[in-house]
């Protein structure tokens, strides 16, 4: 979608901090981290939220296996971080393209607001 921010960031004409890309999946620093690991990770085709994505197949494979893998190689620690979508304006949603949050890094508290 040529309006769509996150993918300016897909086609590089936004720049970002990539930590992770392959055929499908982009993951990038979040611009307003509210962690000290704050990455999102998006399909780089265009599609809106965790609803609509179930047209996209297997792309939830694609997200969690790029996560779970980019965790491990980076020797994270996997005792404390959170992977979020926000699905909608009401829920927090503010781009409009599929994206999970990873946060981490520090203690993080439950129910989130
Ligand atoms: P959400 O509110 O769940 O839709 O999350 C959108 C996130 O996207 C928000 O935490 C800030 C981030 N964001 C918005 N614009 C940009 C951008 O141009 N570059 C980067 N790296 N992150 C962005």
Not at 22 to 29: G, P, S
Not at 62 to 91: M, Y
């Amino acid at each position: 979608m040529s309006d769509c921010i996150f993918c300016k960031i897909v086609k590089k004409d936004i720049p970002s901090e990539i930590l992770y890309e392959d055929e499908w999946v982009l993951a990038f620093k979040d611009l307003n981290p509210q962690a000290p690991t704050h990455l999102l990770f998006i399909p780089k085709i265009h599609t809106e939220n965790f609803i609509e994505a179930i047209e996209v197949p297997n792309i939830y494979d694609k997200i969690f296996n790029a996560i779970a893998n980019l965790v491990k190689e980076k020797k994270w620690d996997t005792n404390g971080f959170r992977v979020v979508s926000n699905c909608g304006a009401k829920a927090g949603q503010s781009v409009f393209h599929l994206h999970f949050h990873l946060l981490g890094g520090r203690e993080l508290t439950w129910p989130s607001g």
